[in-house]
DNA sequence: TTATGTTAGTGTCTGTGAGGCACTATGTCA
DNA sequence: TGACATAGTGCCTCACAGACACTAACATAA
């Protein structure tokens, strides 16, 4: 951690000794560039890897893989894979790339949460992940296996660790995902994503609790939601066994509208 | 952006063929892992950059750095460099070591604040950039420029874009760095980290409106700190041409709390 | 046809903490 | 000793959260 220690070859991507250097004759950056080889270097391994969650059944569900390959060959994980350097322009359409791998989805509210990196998170060595979260609806999806994932599932969140043990820091990396979603559902409108196109008040509100964890006020939710021109009727109604329900729709802005004050819970 | 076109050689980090590669012995983890060479695959070049916020003479300041080697040699950046993977354990080891190389100060706000990554933010190739803000007092604070940085400089935040031109994508990510930092101000008492060891409520207050943008109701502001449990009194007080003011220490709830509310601003 | 159950949706109360503003308190300095 | 400046308080309104009892509209069973 010294100062002078930062410098070696191998990490300090630049010419330490500018006199005797063989690469001393570097006096423009086309020149630099023209001599500098990444693969010189010690530098980390890269990854995506996503927690794509949706509701289904009345549960917060995230997508599972069973790795299909090494390391940690079948071992289950969050979706996640290596930068495609020619086909990615971003890092934002790797994940883009890997959500539609797994699901077929390509239009989804997507978001990178953190990154990870240490020496010990992956046996190939020093490694990187961004992670990112992705919410869906599940409706009409139909889950892709591929040459990396042997099996693939939904798994209802409190399942996770009752019966799938994660490979690599994957453990983390999805806690750090659902905190996330969880501290946003308090003054976002983001778990509208979770659902279908169309939906009822009382489903926005029973997929907010699920995500909360505790049960919300009706007339204080419809009063929040409908007073925040974040949703629009699609003058519809759903019909059930008991009295019918409007059916709405998320505007533009219904997609991540920042509420002023936090849903505070039962008093 | 074909899902058949990601597992080649070069960006798979596996073997695409399991019977005529020459590895298809490997039957373990261990074999697996005797036979990668990183330096085989093309991976992004992974670096750590750092917004460094503080406030001086009553303003927002940021440091920058002239860059001493290339790329974008002779350019203003924010601080930053590779990860040291023999040194370095995570990533916030290597913005501690970052933040501690240029300041000086090993104990501050350390926060990740998001990933850049792109094909063409660096002349150098694909690349990766994890974004950190820190926030730190200036007090008794000696800027260390070294074999990377020929100048070194607070710079107040509104006078970058007049007077720095960054290199790099540097100016997207203070830009993302800055608006964190605002949008924590309205509900986290994150901006007692720019602030020394002891301040008066005044201090801290002109802080939060230096960082928000407009003036806050004193009343209100008084209320909300105080009704939080976040600071204690020295005993000890500011004595100026006036009367003196009573000065305060954050506690360990105090370094980041989360208010239930917003602030909201004038109305 | 009517009673019952279930979910949809409303009216209206209290509570909390925000903003606003006039007030008092305590120092320095001319 | 009085003017001033900044520290700190008392008390008002307002917006929006929670609570809860109420009405509305359907299916179904008696």
Redesign the pocket.
Known sequence: MSIGHFMNDKNSHQISDPVNSPANKESTEAEFLKTYNIHEFDIPLTSVDMAIFTIEHDALKVLLVKRAQFPAKGQWALPGGFINLEDDNTLSDTASRKLKEKTGVDIAHLEQVSTFGGLNRDPRGWSVTIAYMALISCKNIVLKSNETSEDIVWVAIENVNKNYKLAFDHNTILTQCYQRLKSKVQYTSLPINLLPRAF???ELQKTFELILGYP?????????VLGADIIAKTGEMR????????LYYANASGKEHL???N?????
Not at 216 to 224: H, L, M, Q, V
Not at 239 to 246: D, E, L, T
Not at 263 to 267: A, D, V, Y
């Open positions: 009822t008040l009382s919300i006020e009706k007339k204080s939710f419809r009063r929040r019909v059930g066994s008991n009295r019918p329900a409007k509420f002023q004050r849903i505070e819970g039962p008093r």
